[in-house]
């Protein structure tokens, strides 16, 4: 079985101040530390699984292309510095505009990686900075770390790799 570190990205990896989203490559900023955070992760052997709510496309503010570009410049970005990330999974769907079981809290991104990546539940986890991220982590049944938006999550990384 594998182990897994679960990932929000807006307000987790990359900066969101000033932006209620960010779906344009040119706003994306990381946080503080990224790299060594996941760098320090995959040499613990964690897969590197984001997740994250993309409300404003059923919003109609951007695009599924808008979030794959994205996602595709973060990943480019990665790369330079030799880090992979094993998936991303991404909820286009938001709750004003209809129902749906992959939007955060509900926990079906993280429960599909589960069953796709044969992850280790016990020894997984996942770190956002909202409780919605929290609740679908618990839901899911994996551990759940809430950290401050925007900030490094290296501190945490660190604890985490030192305990599981």
């Avoid at 997740?51 to 330079?80: A, C, H, P, R, W």
């Avoid at 909820?91 to 505009?97: L, Q, R, V």
Wanted: hydrophobic fraction near 40%; charge should be neutral.
């Amino acid at each position: 079985m594998n182990k897994a570190a679960f990932i929000d990205r807006d307000g987790v990896i990359n900066n969101d101040t000033g932006h209620y989203y960010i779906f344009k490559p040119e706003d994306f900023i990381f946080n503080n530390d990224i790299p060594e955070a996941f760098k320090l992760l995959k040499n613990a052997g964690y897969m590197i699984i984001i997740i994250t709510n993309q409300g404003g496309v059923s919003k109609g503010i951007y695009t599924k292309s808008d979030v794959e570009n994205t996602n595709k410049f973060m990943l480019s970005e990665l790369s330079i510095k030799q880090i992979e990330i094993d998936d991303i999974l991404y909820c286009p769907h938001h709750s004003d505009n209809e129902q749906c079981l992959c939007r955060k809290p509900n926990p079906l991104m993280i429960q599909k990686a589960i069953a796709r990546y044969n992850i280790d539940k016990k020894a997984s986890f996942m770190i956002g900075d909202n409780m919605k991220d929290i609740y679908a982590a618990e839901a899911a049944e994996i551990k759940g770390f809430k950290i401050n938006k925007n900030t490094s999550i290296l501190p945490l990384v660190k604890e985490i790799v030192k305990k599981l």
